[in-house]
């Protein structure tokens, strides 16, 4: 069965029926039905310019309120471990900055010059390790604002079904076999 559609902005004469540009026609029995499109509610580049400015304001604008939290705590996370290490950093630099001033007195945590640098170096890396994650998450949540906000107009098809059930085969070689199948019906 052939069904017109229309996604353009149509004037029809006959019934004087005009069709907005973000809206599609279908005839369907001869009945008219007007399908809106969610492309002026949901902007890809607004959530991505949202999500850009504040983080997580691409979530709101997609109306995933959800997401806030993860996003809020993988940037808390990720902060703290990058301004713990800092800390630690700047504690041990201070030691042996203090111990390179000082040759013959000992460092208040009793390691030598050589365990300093080498406490010194791992510390600074592991904060730049979590500072370049915490970028990396910045432009990971921009990006699920802006793939989600062009996800809105995808449609389900609403017969789409997954089953798992339990399933055996007979075979010649080997004998009987079970395991589990999944059928996918659309």
Do not use: C
């Given at each position: 069965?052939a069904?017109?559609?229309?996604a353009?902005?149509?004037?029809?004469?006959?019934d004087?029926?005009?069709?907005?540009?973000?809206s599609?026609?279908?005839r369907?029995?001869?009945?008219i039905?007007t399908?809106?499109?969610y492309a002026?509610?949901f902007q890809p580049r607004?959530?991505?310019?949202?999500a850009?400015?504040l983080?997580g304001?691409g979530?709101?604008?997609?109306?995933?309120?959800?997401?806030?939290?993860?996003?809020?705590?993988?940037?808390?996370?990720?902060t703290?471990?990058?301004?713990?290490y800092n800390?630690?950093?700047?504690k041990?630099?201070?030691?042996?900055?203090?111990?390179?001033?000082?040759?013959g007195?000992k460092?208040?945590?009793g390691?030598?010059?050589?365990?300093?640098r080498s406490?010194?170096d791992?510390?600074?890396?592991?904060?730049?390790?979590?500072?370049?994650l915490?970028?990396?998450?910045?432009?990971?949540?921009?990006?699920?604002?802006?793939?989600d906000?062009?996800l809105?107009?995808?449609d389900l098809?609403p017969q789409?079904?997954?089953s798992?059930s339990?399933?055996?085969q007979q075979?010649y070689?080997?004998g009987q076999?079970s395991g589990?199948?999944?059928?996918?019906k659309f």
């Amino acid at each position: 069965m052939a069904v017109p559609s229309f996604a353009q902005e149509v004037e029809v004469v006959r019934d004087t029926l005009k069709i907005p540009s973000d809206s599609l026609q279908i005839r369907k029995g001869g009945k008219i039905i007007t399908v809106e499109s969610y492309a002026k509610r949901f902007q890809p580049r607004k959530a991505l310019l949202y999500a850009a400015v504040l983080p997580g304001m691409g979530q709101v604008y997609n109306k995933k309120y959800w997401k806030l939290p993860i996003v809020y705590g993988g940037f808390y996370v990720l902060t703290s471990f990058a301004v713990r290490y800092n800390q630690l950093h700047d504690k041990y630099k201070t030691e042996l900055f203090g111990l390179l001033e000082n040759p013959g007195t000992k460092a208040p945590s009793g390691f030598s010059e050589t365990q300093l640098r080498s406490i010194t170096d791992t510390y600074r890396r592991q904060r730049d390790y979590f500072l370049i994650l915490n970028t990396f998450w910045y432009f990971l949540q921009m990006i699920d604002a802006h793939v989600d906000a062009h996800l809105k107009e995808f449609d389900l098809n609403p017969q789409l079904k997954i089953s798992l059930s339990p399933s055996v085969q007979q075979n010649y070689m080997i004998g009987q076999t079970s395991g589990v199948s999944i059928t996918l019906k659309f």
